[in-house]
């Protein structure tokens, strides 16, 4: 009896944990896995006014698609021109319509430091009854190192495509990643390098030509799919003249060739270099610094890594041992200037 008992007991114990499983996985199903849209807990937008900023887009090439793509009677898209995805974000955005294609470049290449390198500006807006819902138009995004190949971020939208969105509907960030447009005006989409690092005929370290390629988001004819080969579900038709992915900015957070510039009374510039570095930094002085200038090597969490005094110009800080990432680099002067660089170890 007491065996029947135990046995039943076991059985019920495991249909508890089976059940609770298929529960769980139906509810992680059900929830989305993305960084959800900016100002919730855990996204990943990156404000415009972001200090991680070090650079902007300085060229973009724009070449529009049809304002609907389905009747090419109606012409290009045509709000805006390339001029407006130049520089920081503001809002103002060049439109591309459907399948419209836009290149952007750069002072410096941009290379794969730590966590995302770059990030896309669109003008998107949310949905004033639920904010994790928005307005969005979504661009594919493709980086090349040679101004010839291109290589995609792989994309996913986890969007129905059932339901053919329209104009306006709204999505949710949750459900989308590596796509920009993925978050509201004036919040940048990251893209981190390192997913496309190890693939033949690109140089994470040197890319040098962003390209944003709208998706068309037609479930039907003109569909565009993700990178697992799931329709994507954005807004269509938009046949009007901003339709389709409105390029704002091109953010640059890991450009290569920044040196970092200080300016001290006196008529006085303190010169950091390279950065990123491979085996020194370089602390190049110029003007009269009779005190010396000291500077200290930490890790980002302020762990002192070296120290030293640079007595003239082109001190170097040897960086061969450490593992690649950021540092920060204090540099202090006898008068009591003092100030941080953040330095990049490849
Ligand atoms: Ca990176
Ligand atoms: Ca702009």
């Not at 920081?88 to 290449?109: N, Q, R």
């Not at 990178?227 to 009007?240: C, E, K, L, M, Q």
């Not at 008529?267 to 009269?288: E, L």
Request: charged share 10%; glycine share 10%.
């Amino acid at each position: 009896m007491s065996h029947t008992f135990k046995v039943w007991d076991t059985s019920i114990r495991f249909m508890k944990a089976f059940l609770f499983f298929i529960f769980y996985f139906l509810i992680t199903a059900a929830h989305a896995q993305y960084a959800p849209q900016a100002g919730l807990p855990g996204s990943t937008a990156i404000s415009a006014s972001s200090s991680v900023f070090v650079g902007w887009a300085t060229q973009c090439n724009v070449q529009r698609g049809f304002m609907n793509i389905a009747d090419t009677s109606l012409g290009y898209a045509s709000s805006g021109d390339s001029s407006l995805a130049i520089g920081p974000a503001d809002g103002y955005a060049v439109s591309l319509g459907d399948s419209g294609i836009s290149v952007v470049t750069f002072t410096h290449p941009i290379y794969n430091g730590g966590g995302p390198d770059f990030a896309v500006f669109e003008n998107g807006f949310l949905n004033t009854s639920n904010d994790s819902q928005a307005f969005l138009e979504l661009a594919f995004v493709e980086v090349s190192s040679d101004g010839v190949n291109y290589f995609r971020f792989p994309a996913t939208s986890l969007t129905q495509f059932n339901t053919q969105l329209g104009n306006p509907d709204y999505v949710t960030a949750s459900n989308l990643n590596n796509l920009a447009g993925k978050y509201i005006a004036m919040y940048g989409t990251p893209f981190d390098l390192d997913e496309l690092s190890g693939i033949p005929g690109l140089d994470v370290n040197n890319v040098t030509h962003v390209r944003l390629i709208d998706v068309v988001g037609d479930i039907n004819g003109h569909s565009s799919h993700d990178s697992a080969g799931r329709v994507i579900n954005d807004p269509y038709p938009t046949a009007f003249p901003s339709g389709g992915f409105d390029l704002d900015a091109v953010g640059l957070i890991n450009e290569v060739g920044i040196t970092e510039v200080k300016t001290l009374p006196g008529n006085v510039s303190v010169t950091v270099f390279p950065n990123p570095a491979t085996d020194n930094i370089f602390v190049s002085i110029k003007g009269a610094m009779p005190g010396g200038l000291n500077a200290t090597l930490t890790s980002v969490t302020g762990n002192i890594l070296q120290q030293s005094v640079s007595p003239g110009n082109g001190s170097a800080i040897s960086v061969a041992q450490y593992p690649a990432g950021m540092y920060y680099l204090v540099l202090c002067d006898a008068n009591g200037n003092k100030w941080v660089e953040k330095v990049t170890k490849r």
